[in-house]
């Protein structure tokens, strides 16, 4: 018997855990998107950037699974006809210190090496010859990612997973969920705002910011909200060589972007109340951001601000960490989400260990398993996502991940 998974939310996350289980276990699809346009998708309206400098082993193992994916993304997910590229820019992360964050770079360096990544500490004078441009002054340590790091085009990315997963039979329907026909620890069914019922051998959850009040309505409580965060499009006479995406002490970062630079900040915890997507905080980019930039770099003093947008951090509350896998109290409902700026990062790695999960879990109740589900039972072939296990919730031990920006 087929397995037929219904997954909720269509961006990175739902799209690459569909291609995943349609590709690799055959299963039969349906994925529920409400905004089909994906104005609002954090997918959408990320930054696209990719980086191993975490503070938590699992996230600098997924992060280099995403990598080596997206570095032979078109022998994955090119349909025939269409080839994918997504314009992969490997230049590394710089994330600066001053005196009194000298010794976190120290401990989060020592946790990388281990995990394999290949970063590289750089005191003051070391920064001044390799990125001349960088005012250096104040800072008393720089951790630079010398491969394995980098940005690219999300949105892209995105859509080859959605295309991918179409020519291998998974289905995108347009509707907002209502509510769940369940059985004892079962989700049996999704029921439509709009009246269709969609049944279900599994359940997968991939809503992102939304996620946790769709969970809810399933009696689970996730930890996870809409967090705004702003950015800002700018052009300046700077010419960077060799700039890395690079991260202030400030909280400031920015990138080269095209012909011209991305820049940002953290997402904010103290407004509960979170403004639309197209109220963009302009005063931000003026009385914070601009002098920071021309603190750090002084040709930025000339710049020009050409736009800007807005997108949503599905931020995990609890520890700022990705929860992937069976939720409590159920025997076929599963998660992405939470991830807390790295999804759009660690979905190709993410997408394919859930659909492992899923697929290892439900083949009980099929008929047999496919050779990939035998293959992950067997030799583990999926990225390990163990430690994010939303059983972390219940039992009260988070894995707080301190390298968010």
């Given at each position: 018997?087929?397995?037929?998974?219904?997954?909720?939310g269509g961006g990175v996350m739902g799209a690459a855990t569909a291609c995943f289980l349609a590709r690799d276990h055959n299963a039969a699809v349906t994925v529920i998107e409400?905004?089909?346009?994906?104005?609002?998708?954090?997918?959408?309206?990320?930054?696209?950037?990719?980086?191993?400098?975490?503070?938590?082993?699992?996230?600098?193992?997924?992060?280099?699974?995403?990598?080596?994916?997206?570095?032979?993304?078109?022998?994955?997910?090119?349909?025939?006809?269409?080839?994918?590229?997504?314009?992969?820019?490997?230049?590394?992360?710089?994330?600066?210190?001053?005196?009194?964050?000298?010794?976190?770079?120290?401990?989060?360096?020592?946790?990388?090496?281990?995990?394999?990544?290949?970063?590289?500490?750089?005191?003051?004078?070391?920064?001044?010859?390799?990125?001349?441009?960088?005012?250096?002054?104040?800072?008393?340590?720089?951790?630079?990612?010398?491969?394995?790091?980098?940005?690219?085009?999300?949105?892209?990315?995105?859509?080859?997973?959605?295309?991918?997963?179409?020519?291998?039979?998974?289905?995108?329907?347009?509707?907002?969920?209502?509510?769940?026909?369940?059985?004892?620890?079962?989700?049996?069914?999704?029921?439509?705002?709009?009246?269709?019922?969609?049944?279900?051998?599994?359940?997968?959850?991939?809503?992102?910011?939304?996620?946790?009040?769709?969970?809810?309505?399933?009696?689970?409580?996730?930890?996870?909200?809409?967090?705004?965060?702003?950015?800002?499009?700018?052009?300046?006479?700077?010419?960077?060589?060799?700039?890395?995406?690079?991260?202030?002490?400030?909280?400031?970062?920015?990138?080269?972007?095209?012909?011209?630079?991305?820049?940002?900040?953290?997402?904010?915890?103290?407004?509960?109340?979170?403004?639309?997507?197209?109220?963009?905080?302009?005063?931000?980019?003026?009385?914070?951001?601009?002098?920071?930039?021309?603190?750090?770099?002084?040709?930025?003093?000339?710049?020009?601000?050409?736009?800007?947008?807005?997108?949503?951090?599905?931020?995990?509350?609890?520890?700022?960490?990705?929860?992937?896998?069976?939720?409590?109290?159920?025997?076929?409902?599963?998660?992405?989400?939470?991830?807390?700026?790295?999804?759009?990062?660690?979905?190709?790695?993410?997408?394919?260990?859930?659909?492992?999960?899923?697929?290892?879990?439900?083949?009980?109740?099929?008929?047999?398993?496919?050779?990939?589900?035998?293959?992950?039972?067997?030799?583990?072939?999926?990225?390990?996502?163990?430690?994010?296990?939303?059983?972390?919730?219940?039992?009260?031990?988070?894995?707080?991940?301190?390298?968010?920006?």
């Open positions: 018997m087929q397995l037929q998974v219904v997954i909720v409400r905004d089909p346009l994906y104005l609002r998708a954090s997918s959408s309206l990320s930054a696209s950037s990719i980086r191993q400098q975490f503070s938590q082993p699992v996230n600098i193992a997924l992060s280099a699974w995403s990598m080596d994916f997206l570095r032979r993304i078109d022998g994955e997910l090119a349909v025939p006809g269409q080839s994918v590229q997504i314009s992969l820019v490997e230049s590394g992360y710089l994330f600066l210190a001053t005196a009194g964050g000298e010794a976190t770079l120290r401990q989060r360096q020592a946790t990388q090496q281990a995990s394999g990544a290949d970063v590289l500490l750089l005191d003051p004078e070391a920064m001044r010859l390799k990125f001349p441009w960088l005012n250096a002054d104040d800072l008393a340590l720089g951790s630079w990612g010398r491969q394995g790091e980098g940005w690219f085009d999300g949105p892209a990315l995105a859509a080859a997973f959605r295309r991918k997963a179409r020519h291998c039979g998974a289905r995108f329907v347009t509707a907002d969920v209502q509510h769940f026909q369940t059985q004892g620890d079962r989700v049996r069914a999704v029921k439509s705002a709009c009246g269709q019922t969609l049944e279900a051998d599994a359940l997968v959850i991939c809503a992102g910011a939304w996620s946790g009040q769709l969970s809810m309505k399933l009696g689970v409580d996730l930890p996870v909200v809409p967090r705004k965060r702003d950015v800002f499009v700018f052009d300046s006479p700077a010419r960077l060589v060799d700039c890395p995406l690079v991260i202030d002490p400030s909280g400031l970062w920015f990138r080269p972007e095209g012909s011209g630079y991305i820049c940002g900040a953290p997402p904010r915890f103290g407004d509960p109340d979170e403004p639309p997507l197209h109220e963009v905080d302009l005063s931000c980019f003026e009385e914070s951001l601009w002098p920071a930039l021309a603190r750090r770099i002084p040709e930025f003093a000339a710049l020009r601000l050409r736009s800007a947008w807005a997108g949503y951090y599905e931020m995990n509350l609890f520890d700022q960490n990705g929860l992937v896998g069976r939720l409590p109290g159920w025997s076929n409902l599963y998660t992405a989400c939470g991830f807390s700026g790295h999804g759009m990062q660690q979905a190709p790695a993410v997408g394919c260990a859930l659909a492992e999960l899923v697929a290892a879990g439900q083949a009980e109740g099929c008929s047999v398993a496919s050779a990939a589900t035998r293959s992950f039972l067997d030799k583990e072939r999926a990225p390990n996502v163990l430690a994010l296990d939303p059983a972390r919730l219940a039992s009260k031990q988070p894995l707080f991940e301190s390298a968010v920006i």
